[in-house]
């Protein structure tokens, strides 16, 4: 079955400053890839998805991800964070058939 | 398009009680997949219906259980409550291998 780890529990940022999450997954073949966002309370928001071809993707509110075969990655980027940008990410892989498996998550904090 | 909604928002319900939590997925969607999200185990996969059939089940004790309707609307209900059901549950509507997510219902069990 498919695996994700999110190596970093908590990450603290300077507004302005660029942001790089990371995601590592465990899967035999090529999986389908996401992040979603979650501020407190609320529901999850779908950043971005990768499913094939160009393994550098865009996404909303500015965050872009690169997929990276060899090393079995899937970071989340964004070259200057936002105040708003303050909330849990989450990065996931798909087996396909709606069988997804989501990582612990990132907490990120953004200081002025 | 609206999105995926949850009902009721928040719950509060004593042990050994039961409750029925309920999803509309967006227009279209036909698969609906439950998750119960806490702050120690975080999000974890309860199940998934597509066109009135359960295809994916997590590992959850019998005590939580779904359904879908032939409008693709989902229920999913936990009986006799324990304090460790308190969670958020959410729920996330699909449509190509991408799952949508409803703002949740907080239950909280005292």
């Known amino acids: 079955a498919q695996s994700v780890t999110q190596p970093d529990i908590h990450i603290t940022v300077s507004e302005g400053a660029s942001l790089e999450l990371r995601c590592n997954y465990s899967?035999?073949?090529?999986?389908?890839l996401f992040w979603y966002v979650q501020s407190p309370g609320q529901g999850l928001q779908l950043l971005l998805k990768y499913f094939s071809g160009d393994t550098l993707v865009q996404g909303i509110k500015g965050f872009e991800a690169e997929f990276k075969r060899s090393q079995s990655s899937f970071n989340l980027r964004k070259p200057s964070v936002h105040w708003s940008d303050a909330a849990e990410y989450f990065c996931a892989v798909g087996a396909g058939n709606n069988d997804m498996r989501f990582g612990a998550g990132t907490r990120l904090t953004v200081k002025p | 398009k609206a999105g995926v909604t949850q009902t009721p928002r928040y719950l509060i319900k004593t042990r050994g009680q039961q409750v029925t939590l309920s999803c509309s997925p967006i227009s279209g969607h036909r698969s609906v997949s439950w998750y119960q999200q806490t702050p120690g185990q975080g999000l974890q996969f309860l199940f998934e219906y597509f066109s009135e059939t359960q295809r994916n089940k997590g590992n959850f004790p019998g005590r939580f259980s779904g359904r879908q309707f032939s409008n693709s609307r989902s229920e999913m209900n936990v009986s006799t409550l324990e304090l460790g059901d308190s969670a958020l549950y959410l729920c996330a509507s699909s449509i190509s291998e991408t799952q949508y997510f409803g703002p949740g219902t907080r239950l909280l069990v005292l």
């Open positions: 899967y035999g073949a090529t999986p389908y």
